[in-house]
T-cell receptor, first 112, second 118 residues
Framework: SQTIHQWPATLVQPVGSPLSLECTVE??????LYWYRQAAGRGLQLLFY??????ISSEVPQNLSASRPQDRQFILSSKKLLLSDSGFYLC???????????FGPGTRLTVL | AQTVTQSQPEMSVQEAETVTLSCTYD???????LFWYKQPPSRQMILVIR??????QNATENRFSVNFQKAAKSFSLKISDSQLGDAAMYFC???????????????FGKGTKLSVIP
């Protein structure tokens, strides 16, 4: 069966520090991968998606970036965090032939 | 671009009673998918129910059912026999069938917080 992992589960970082959040999927190959952010009191906002290794599409301009160094690995990064980057980050995957997206457990990021 | 609107930020229901959560959406597409996701306090997103726009029959999953009105672009979720474990944030989401980029991102509403009163 397929599983999706995210780490860390929680993170507290000072403003201006770098960020690296990791997402990995097991039990499938060539998945589509997604990063969403959920700010307090809001719905989920799509940040990035990837249809293959090295292929990244950005939905929202910001100081975040994403990379996909391996087929089942998706990384969200920042060189310098802002206060507004605080939120809950969710990774998700699906198959092009499927109409269901599966979500990871999420990472709660607090920028102080 | 598609938009999804959930006009009820919060709802409450008595245990064992029925509650309906509202969702409307805007799209120019004729074929698409609609979803209801549940997010309990653990924050894990769980798929509750899905509806294909080309199907006229409303989807049902045990105590959960939808009222899909395509012409009105409305997609409400009905929870029957509410249980304490149903307390959560509920998100309505839209997904296009067609994607030139090969991926199928979801567009979410802002959510409805459901409380279940014992």
């Amino acid at each position: 069966s397929q599983t999706i992992h995210q780490w860390p589960a929680t993170l507290v970082q000072p403003v201006g520090s770098p960020l690296s959040l990791e997402c990995t999927v097991e039990g499938t190959s060539n998945p589509n991968l997604y990063w969403y952010r959920q700010a307090a009191g809001r719905g989920l906002q799509l940040l990035f998606y990837s249809v293959g290794i090295g292929q990244i599409s950005s939905e929202v301009p910001q100081n975040l970036s994403a990379s996909r160094p391996q087929d089942r690995q998706f990384i969200l990064s920042s060189k310098k965090l802002l206060l507004s980057d605080s939120g809950f980050y969710l990774c998700a995957w699906d198959r092009p032939s499927s109409n269901e997206q599966f979500f990871g457990p999420g990472t709660r990021l607090t920028v102080l | 671009a598609q938009t999804v609107t959930q006009s009820q930020p919060e709802m409450s229901v008595q245990e064992a009673e029925t509650v309906t959560l509202s969702c409307t959406y805007d799209t120019s597409e004729s074929d698409y998918y609609l979803f209801w996701y549940k997010q309990p306090p653990s924050r894990q997103m769980i798929l509750v129910i899905r509806q294909e726009a080309y199907k006229q029959q409303n989807a049902t999953e045990n105590r959960f059912s939808v009222n899909f009105q395509k012409a009105a672009k409305s997609f409400s979720l009905k929870i029957s026999d509410s249980q304490l474990g149903d307390a959560a944030m509920y998100f309505c989401a839209y997904r296009s069938v067609y994607s030139g980029a090969g991926s199928y991102q979801l567009t979410f509403g802002k959510g409805t917080k459901l409380s279940v009163i014992p």
